[in-house]
């Protein structure tokens, strides 16, 4: 109770709504204080004139009646009842006015003022346009009274009074106007951040997920030089033993012929997957390096790579890889060859998941991973395709979109970044026996 009346005047500043609320409250908050400052003095008068009594007692009950809508306001913060119960009230009255008095008192059209705030209560373009033709009506009515009338007086008054009330109706729309264009400013403004904070937003969230990827890769990529460098010197050793051996089995008279081509070719087999194993060793610690810089590769090679990676677990999934006998083996880009080589892998692990979720109801079916590298023009086209289910979801591009159970949704999302940073595309489309990926890269350089 106390707020109420210590904000008597100013207390819808903050009332809860849009800046056309919390004006459209204001300005019927002021016109009720007028208006009851008005009516309760009058009918206080109009009470000890005995020739008006029954008027004084309708200007008194509609005193208290502003005072009710006053509390009903700041209660309900309803403006539309409040607006149309002060409209009935100043009509009722001004019609009372019209009927009652012979033209001399024309202080009503002080109180037919109110209703152009009324009308402007109720819209803003709308409310501005019936107040004026509102205003002008009363002008003329007024006018028609004082054309059957010889009083100097009332000529001068009703020029004073009506001047005065366009001036101030006037000033009402001007001071209209300028809070119209101040708040399409700020709107404007608004609209302007909230899309500026929206794009740095997605910026953030980008760097985050190639930052936290980057400290995943950083991570396995200490654990696995650890790794090799625990591995490397007992592979060096089955390496240089076994050729050791290789020639002395090929100086050695005491083993017969026969024998020995089946020692060779045991041998030749175990240096020659040492010797694979060194070489993997070596493209997991280049592939999993976090400081790869931005040279020219060829993505036959890389793709080439990490399928000799992935294909050994393929096999025992029932899954083959199949390259195209034309494909590309010329070409070379620009970019990071490792980060090529992420997207390349993360393609063919959803590949492959794609398979196993349709082998779950056929464990015969025999899953096919085709490849396809060409040229047209100055731009290589690389076609991943797989007989797998296809994919389940449309923004499979978006970060944390996933179909999968356990999936993190950030694949195809990184994929698509790495893409776009070599300025290359990439896009994804369902068939009828899969899905397919498609990866277009500007060429820089051509083999002979």
């Not at 007692?57 to 509390?71: A, G, P, Q, R, V």
């Amino acid at each position: 109770m106390k707020k109420i009346w210590k904000n008597l005047i100013t207390s819808n500043y903050a009332f809860i709504g849009n800046s056309n609320n919390q004006r459209r409250g204001i300005i019927l908050n002021i016109t009720l204080l007028i208006m009851i400052i008005l009516f309760l003095p009058l009918s206080i008068y109009n009470f000890f004139n005995r020739d008006i009594v029954t008027y004084a007692i309708i200007e008194f009950s509609t005193s208290i009646l502003l005072i009710c809508i006053i509390f009903y306001i700041r209660y309900s913060k309803n403006l539309t009842i409040a607006s149309n119960i002060v409209a009935a009230i100043v009509i009722l009255n001004i019609t009372s006015y019209i009927y009652t008095e012979n033209g001399q008192n024309n202080s009503f059209i002080w109180i037919s003022s109110f209703i152009a705030f009324i009308f402007y209560l109720k819209g803003l373009k709308k409310g501005l346009f019936i107040s004026f033709i509102f205003a002008i009506c009363l002008f003329l009515f007024m006018f028609s009274l004082i054309l059957n009338s010889d009083s100097y007086f009332n000529i001068v008054s009703f020029i004073n009074v009506g001047t005065s009330f366009f001036v101030f109706l006037g000033i009402l729309f001007f001071y209209h106007y300028l809070l119209d264009v101040a708040e399409k400013k700020l709107l404007k403004l608004n609209k302007n951040l909230s899309k500026r904070v929206k794009i740095e937003l997605e910026k953030k969230e980008k760097q985050n997920i190639l930052l936290i990827q980057k400290s995943k890769l950083e991570e396995l990529g200490e654990t696995f030089a650890m790794l090799t460098h625990q591995w490397q010197q007992p592979l060096s050793i089955i390496f240089l033993e076994t050729n050791i051996l290789l020639d002395k089995l090929e100086n050695s008279e005491n083993i017969p012929n026969e024998n020995k081509k089946d020692i060779e070719i045991i041998l030749n087999n175990i240096s020659n997957k040492t010797k694979f194993m060194f070489e993997t060793l070596n493209d997991f610690n280049s592939f999993l390096s976090p400081y790869s810089q931005e040279n020219t590769f060829s993505p036959y090679s890389s793709i080439k790579k990490m399928c000799s990676f992935i294909e050994p677990s393929f096999i025992i999934k029932n899954i083959k890889i199949i390259f195209s006998q034309e494909s590309n083996k010329n070409s070379l880009v620009f970019g990071k060859e490792n980060e090529f080589k992420q997207v390349i892998l993360n393609i063919l692990t959803n590949a492959a998941q794609s398979i196993e979720e349709k082998q779950k109801n056929n464990k015969d079916f025999i899953g096919n991973i085709f490849i396809d590298i060409k040229k047209e023009e100055n731009i290589l086209i690389i076609s991943i395709k797989d007989n797998g289910i296809g994919v389940l979801i449309d923004n499979y591009f978006e970060p944390y979109i996933t179909s999968k159970k356990d999936g993190t949704g950030i694949g195809l999302y990184l994929g698509k970044l790495i893409i776009n940073k070599m300025n290359g595309k990439i896009d994804l489309k369902n068939h009828e026996n899969g899905c397919e990926v498609v990866i277009e890269l500007s060429i820089v350089y051509n083999h002979q």
